[in-house]
């Protein structure tokens, strides 16, 4: 199983990015699929989720501003980053559940400044 997340990068506040995450060697249909950060001196905490049924939920703090997608025909989950701030530094990762099965991909950085 691979997942291998890319498309981070440096960028201005207000800014966008928008990142991918390609996967391998699962049902990728099956999966729930997410997106989680870690800045520096913190904990990991998701961003984003969504279930293989299309069903997405949002942390507090980039609701409106994020918007996670997945394509099933090409085995991506995306994640658009709008509005970006100083405190979305961090690597993020993409991650894939399937029932107690979990995936992890080597994470992204994105980096804002102000």
């Known amino acids: 199983v691979q997942l291998q997340a890319s498309g981070g990068g440096v960028v201005q506040a207000g800014g966008s990015l928008r990142l991918s995450c390609a996967t391998s060697g699962i049902i990728f249909r099956l999966h729930a699929l997410g997106w989680y950060r870690q800045a520096p001196g913190k904990q990991r905490e998701v961003v984003a989720t969504?279930?293989?049924?299309?069903?997405?939920d949002y942390a507090d703090s980039v609701k409106g501003r994020f918007t996670i997608s997945r394509d099933n025909a090409e085995n991506r989950v995306f994640l658009q980053i709008d509005s970006l701030k100083p405190e979305d530094t961090a690597v993020y990762y993409c991650r894939a559940q399937l029932l107690r099965a979990v995936y992890w991909g080597q994470g992204t950085l994105v980096t804002v400044s102000s």
């Open positions: 969504i279930t293989a049924g299309r069903n997405t």
